[in-house]
């Protein structure tokens, strides 16, 4: 018996000592292949056995950390957060080169946990890779969204009902004279115009759906977003054992938003609207194309939520740096006012009328500039062998791209934390013409294959938003932060990051003008 367990254990202590060598051979083969295989990029040093740079990325402020160490690295580098190694682009310069001049071989997006766990990745448009599925389904979009060529008095039909409604409720914030937060209102209006465009529907502000949809965008920044819920992606097998209320979080935030298609789904069939987006990606599953681009329901429910969380967060968060902006600086907004009623007098500005107004379009180009709300886009994904800026970078490897470093890069950007509308501006006080080196550094909505794909829409939206904002009333600090001279920051590196950065909650008070 003695016998017996002795060999046991001889066994067995053998067996231990031959997993231990595997595993270390493992570990030392896949340090030297990665050596060889990323050799020629600048790495950012020093790395921890195990962890490589994690410990010095606060995810939160993942950007911030990324462009301090373009000082030291320059601006291509890559970082190792556990076994990823991941290339970073903190210029103008090298975002351009990756982007746009070899858009083939950036375009792809990393595999990932959370989005491969409920099949996003072979659905959605934001996380799929590059794919002929994610092509015909950028196109199709598009086109219905109408976002080019004609579709400025469209999306000007689907906001102009909203705008009253926003407009209504500062009004009667107006009447009451208390300082109030504007998140609220902002939202509901900047979402029923995804909302109309999506499905063809909207809904009264006073409508419970719309907490609904908060509460769903909020668990989705949460667990989505490129914050702090990007621990997961480093420690996935924490999550799939359950051991983390992250992988609780992961589940709720898909039951909701399930529930909420399920909803809208009923109320789309018996509309029977084509005329939406999603309509008429809904009417695509039975043709050829539905069949050999596998378009199914599930993928107009991830597109459907790609462009409402996509579509409404981003809009709503610019429109609110817009307010802070006005209370921090108010001769902007008093500036805009008089250009807005010089030109159009009381009534909501159109699109054709935003080449009369220069500074309008300058505060608006500087917002996005100064925010960089999507400081590291989505990320990205080589399909191929491929380089920038000359260095070689291996096929499959994960790509952050830092726009915010590029947008507050000083080499370009004089004082790039003031906000100053006049960067934009001749010594007229023309627009710089799109074509123009100083607005071509501007890179809020990426670039190349995967730039956003709502960008003219945004950009159309802003303005309306904008306009009918500060031609109606006047924005004043609250009166407990104009005497306590406490107003909230308006500098984005005191800005919370979830899907986009966002400042914190403030009130403020409206008047009529
Ligand atoms: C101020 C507003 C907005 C900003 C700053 C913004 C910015 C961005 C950025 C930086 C990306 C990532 C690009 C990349 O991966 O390189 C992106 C992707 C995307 N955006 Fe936007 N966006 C805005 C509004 C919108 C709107 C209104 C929509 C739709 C209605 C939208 C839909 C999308 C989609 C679908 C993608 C994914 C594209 C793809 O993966 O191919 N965005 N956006």
Redesign the pocket.
């Known amino acids: 018996m003695k016998q017996h367990r002795a060999m046991y254990l001889d066994i067995s202590s053998s067996l231990s000592g031959v997993v231990v060598l595997l595993l270390f051979c493992y570990v030392a083969k896949r340090a030297f292949t990665s050596t060889q295989r990323y050799s020629s990029i600048p790495k950012v040093t020093p790395r921890l056995p195990i962890i490589g740079n994690a410990q010095s990325l606060d995810l939160g402020r993942c950007h911030m950390v990324l462009a301090e160490w373009v000082k030291h690295f320059g601006p291509v580098f890559r970082i190792k957060i556990f076994m990823d190694e991941i290339l970073v682009l903190n210029s103008y310069e090298s975002i351009h080169d990756a982007?746009v001049k070899k858009d083939m071989a950036f375009?792809g997006?990393p595999p990932r946990f959370r989005t491969s766990k409920s099949d996003r990745d072979k659905h959605?448009?934001?996380?799929?890779t590059?794919t002929p599925k994610?092509q015909f389904l950028?196109r199709e979009?598009i086109q219905s969204?109408k976002?080019y060529g004609g579709g400025r008095e469209s999306l000007e039909q689907a906001c102009a009902p909203e705008l009253n409604k926003m407009l209504e409720r500062l009004q009667q914030e107006a009447t009451a004279g208390t300082a109030f937060d504007p998140v609220d209102i902002i939202y509901d209006a900047v979402c029923n115009v995804?909302l109309r465009?999506?499905l063809n529907s909207s809904f009264e502000h006073s409508d419970k759906v719309f907490q609904l949809i908060r509460s769903m965008n909020h668990l989705f920044n949460d667990t989505f977003g490129t914050g702090k819920g990007q621990n997961i992606e480093s420690i996935p097998f924490l999550c799939e054992l359950g051991f983390t209320s992250f992988s609780k979080r992961l589940d709720y935030a898909m039951k909701m938003r399930d529930r909420f298609w399920d909803q809208q789904k009923i109320q789309l069939e018996q509309n029977g609207s084509k005329e939406s987006a999603i309509g008429k990606l809904l009417s695509l599953i039975s043709t050829d194309n539905g069949e050999k681009y596998d378009i199914t329901e599930q993928t107009a429910k991830e597109?459907f939520t790609?462009?409402?969380l996509?579509?409404?967060d981003?809009?709503t968060?610019?429109l609110t740096c817009l307010l802070l902006v006005f209370l921090h600086y108010p001769e902007v907004q008093e500036k805009m006012r008089s250009e807005q009623c010089h030109s159009s007098g009381k009534q909501c500005s159109t699109g054709s009328e935003k080449g009369h107004m220069p500074y309008t379009e300058a505060v608006l180009i500087e917002l996005?500039r100064f925010i960089?709300?999507?400081p590291?886009?989505?990320?990205?994904y080589t399909t191929c062998d491929t380089s920038v800026m000359d260095i070689p970078v291996p096929k499959d490897m994960t790509v952050y791209?830092n726009?915010w470093a590029a947008n507050h890069d000083s080499k370009h950007w004089p004082d790039p934390w003031t906000f100053n509308p006049s960067r934009f501006l001749d010594k007229e006080g023309n627009l710089l013409p799109p074509g123009h080196p100083i607005r071509r550094r501007v890179?809020?909505?990426?670039?190349?294959?995967?730039?956003?794909?709502?960008?003219a829409?945004?950009?159309h939206?802003?303005f309306l938003f904008a306009s009918a904002l500060v031609k109606n009333f006047r924005f004043k600090p609250s009166d407990e932060d104009a005497s306590a001279k406490c107003l909230p920051p308006v500098d984005p590196r005191t800005y919370e990051m979830g899907i986009?950065l966002h400042p914190q909650r403030f009130k403020l008070k409206v008047e009529s003008v």
């Open positions: 982007l375009a997006r959605s448009i934001v996380w799929q590059y994610l950028r979009i969204l976002i995804i465009l999506t597109v790609n462009l409402l996509a579509g409404t981003t809009t968060t610019a996005l960089s709300h999507v590291l886009a989505v990320p990205h791209v726009l890179i809020a909505f990426g670039a190349g294959r995967r730039v956003c794909l709502g960008e829409l945004a950009k939206r802003l986009v």
